[in-house]
């Protein structure tokens, strides 16, 4: 199983709706979680990070974390075009060296 | 300058070339860590710095040889690349929070693009 995996893509969605993007983990003990937004040819820039059990909001955002289950998602409310982008989860590495690991990543298109 | 910024933004170089990239943080953070992004692949860490010093080398070949000489500031030196070390190369900084599993959030630089002939 890989460390953090994200479903394969491209996700279509169309302006207005609610894009969903889901993230698995393999380390039960995981205790850190992000996601990043990064756009064709630039770098990753933080959306979200989440420690605790349940939804936690920003504006258009909400990431949900489920630690009994290992996974961790994103809703993206109102889609807009300008949410095109790749989306990564990264998740903490706590056996070892608690480094970050991150997942291929979803890309998300939305159509105006 | 604020956040992290990366230079050169662009490099081409051939097999026998020597360059370093360059990156620097604005964030007063106390780790910094250099990863390579490839097409179709996660993004793969390869030096973590803590305070300077060098705590992580996830077995990366010798032609690339990190260097930190501060806080603020952290060296990639190349030399004798091969064309499939033609990637993004990352910068990223964070705070580090010490024992209890917890990490805080790392800020990426904007990337080197680097091509290799």
């Known amino acids: 199983q890989k460390e953090v995996e994200q479903n394969s893509g491209p996700l279509s969605v169309p302006e207005g709706a609610i894009a969903s993007l889901n993230c698995t983990y393999s380390d039960r003990v995981s205790q850190s979680f992000f996601w990043y937004r990064q756009y064709s040819g630039k770098s990753p820039e933080l959306i979200m990070s989440i420690y605790s059990n349940g939804d936690k909001e920003d504006g258009r955002f909400t990431a949900q974390l489920n630690k009994a289950s290992q996974y961790v998602s994103l809703l993206i409310r109102d889609s807009q075009p300008s949410d095109s982008a790749t989306y990564l989860c990264a998740v903490n590495r706590p056996r070892g060296n608690n480094r970050l690991a991150f997942g291929k990543g979803n890309q998300v298109v939305v159509i105006p | 300058e604020t956040g992290v910024t990366q230079t050169p933004r662009h490099l081409v170089m051939g097999m026998t070339n020597k360059k370093s990239l360059k990156c620097e943080q604005h964030?007063?953070?106390?780790?910094m860590y250099w990863y390579k992004q490839s097409a179709k692949k996660p993004l793969e860490l390869m030096f973590v710095y803590s305070l300077e010093e060098r705590v992580e080398n996830n077995s990366v070949p010798s032609r690339f040889s990190p260097e930190c000489p501060n806080s603020s500031h952290l060296f990639l030196h190349l030399h004798t690349l091969q064309p499939e070390d033609s990637a993004l190369y990352l910068c990223?900084?964070?705070?580090?929070?010490?024992?209890?599993?917890?990490?805080?959030?790392?800020?990426f630089g904007p990337g080197t693009r680097l091509t290799v002939l």
């Open positions: 990223a900084s964070s705070q580090e929070l010490g024992a209890g599993g917890l990490i805080d959030t790392q800020y």
């Open positions: 964030l007063g953070h106390n780790a």
